[in-house]
């Protein structure tokens, strides 16, 4: 039973025991590894100080919600200078520090929020078995990490609306590389000349014209 699903989970964890119930798949699992390192230190111990459960979301298992109930250790460090005596155990592999999903769940959620949004993202999840709120969502990807700014060469420049015909902001694109690089708050050309004189490497600004070109068009119809 193991062996069929290893490849199924992460190698950090061994499966113990797999509770079907009426609306979930439950795996119950513990880690494999004996030692571990303190987070402090970098220490390795196999002291075992007490253990206690998490419960984790996975990736769903033929359409149906998956979860996987840790059964995680507390250890003792065993180095006498780390201000840290007891810690959790970690599991980089599997699932962040505090998170209630497994990280590769959490993956496909930030993926799915960033392609439709919220409430949309919210109601395709739970369609594919991985339910999530719209507002956990949003808040993924509020607190996903950006790429920092490489330095641009061809921007494009628009304005667009906060809120139409009320209040008006700046979207700055990298051409060449095909995303967004900052939004201003406002379409002021002060604001925009501020923002461009920190990168000295832009060689070309493509502005959108198309108002004008429709304007021209109407005047030679």
């Known amino acids: 039973m193991q062996d069929f ?18 609306d979930r798949v439950v795996l119950v699992a513990r880690p494999t590894a004996k030692e571990t390192c303190c987070p402090c230190c970098g ?4 002291r075992v100080h007490s253990h206690y459960q998490r419960r984790l979301a996975d990736l769903p298992w033929h359409g149906r919600v998956v979860e996987v109930q840790l059964q995680a250790r507390r250890l003792r460090c065993v180095n006498p200078g780390c201000s840290r005596q007891i810690f959790t155990e970690r599991l980089p592999q599997t699932v962040l520090p505090k998170a209630r999903r497994t990280t590769r769940l959490y993956e ?19 369609k594919l078995g991985m339910p ?4 956990t969502l949003l808040r993924m990807v509020r607190m ?16 667009w609306a906060w809120r139409k015909g009320q209040g008006y902001g700046t979207i700055i694109c990298d051409l060449e590389r095909n995303r967004v690089l900052d939004l201003l708050p406002d379409r002021n050309a002060d604001t925009l000349a501020s923002w461009l004189g920190r990168y000295p490497g832009i060689e070309v600004i493509a502005r959108d014209r198309r108002r004008l070109r429709r304007r021209r068009s109407s005047r030679r119809a």
């Open 5 to 22: 699903f290893r490849p199924l989970i992460s190698s950090e964890l061994s499966i113990v025991q797999i509770l079907p119930r009426a």
């Open 43 to 46: 220490f390795r111990t196999a």
């Open 108 to 126: 496909h959620h930030l993926a799915i929020s960033f392609a439709t949004g919220g409430e949309p993202g919210s109601r395709l999840s739970r």
């Open 132 to 135: 999530v709120s719209g507002d």
């Open 144 to 159: 996903a990490a950006c790429e920092p700014i490489s330095a641009p060469r061809v921007v494009g420049v628009d304005d």
